[in-house]
């Protein structure tokens, strides 16, 4: 039996990181999820090369409840000697503004991306999961779900949302062996952050500085392990000392 993981956006940033740290650390093979850009999500599948790992490309648009359903389905029969342990649920975007400002387009579009797109792929995996009567869930949260930043109602309103499902999901299949749980970055030096104004953010930090993809990877690989077999339903913040 192959054990294999499962990434959502994970052709760049905090996702390219966990895809690579979980290969290194497990040896899984990766299904690396992608929306649009192939080049990128090429480039993860080299780097898992790289360190001798294993990994494939697996395209759909997790805001899309059919594209989705109907990718993972296709790929879990046609790999019958393979099973999906692990999920990351990190896929997600940005379209900030002072809800004043913000059009209603900018506020269901990032509430389907991260939080129904949550949904979709977690429910298209389930079942799989309780079948085989083991998994890791682990949601890509954020700062801004568990304490809200202006203007980024719409992103809080989800990652809020992802968070709350989190801990709802794992009351439900803790008996079968599958823990769910969330991380919550702050800020991490990606694409996503570098058009902030750092020199001003990190003086809210007590770290003052920006954490790294690396130390988030690092928390979602512990709750990956036996070690963390015990923890369900948690959020676990990586922000440097926000509070």
């Not at 790929?75 to 649920?89: T, Y």
């Amino acid at each position: 039996m192959r054990d294999c993981c499962l990434i959502t956006g994970a052709s760049r940033g905090i996702g390219k990181t966990i895809a690579v740290t979980l290969a290194q650390d497990y040896g899984f093979h990766i299904l690396v999820n992608y929306s649009s850009n192939e080049a990128a999500a090429l480039d993860t599948v080299t780097a898992i090369q790289a360190i001798g790992g294993t990994a494939e490309l697996l395209r759909f648009r997790v805001q899309e409840y059919d594209e989705t359903s109907s990718t993972i389905a296709d790929w879990i029969k046609s790999n019958p000697e393979s099973q999906i342990k692990v999920l990351v649920n990190n896929a997600g975007i940005t379209k900030d503004n002072l809800l004043v400002f913000m059009e209603k387009d900018d506020f269901n579009s990032v509430l389907d991306v991260n939080l129904r797109g949550t949904y979709n792929v977690t429910k298209a995996v389930i079942n799989h999961m309780v079948r085989k009567r083991y998994g890791r869930i682990i949601n890509i949260a954020s700062l801004a779900g568990v304490k809200g930043v202006p203007g980024q109602t719409n992103y809080s309103a989800s990652k809020g949302g992802m968070i709350a499902f989190t801990k709802s999901l794992a009351q439900e299949v803790a008996k079968r062996k599958i823990t769910v749980n969330a991380v919550a970055p702050g800020f991490i030096a990606t694409d996503m952050t570098k058009d902030l104004p750092e020199e001003e953010l990190v003086k809210l930090i007590p770290m003052n500085r920006f954490g790294t993809p690396d130390e988030v990877a690092g928390a979602v690989s512990f709750l990956v392990s036996e070690k963390a077999a015990y923890i369900t339903g948690e959020t676990i913040n990586i922000n440097g000392g926000i509070s």
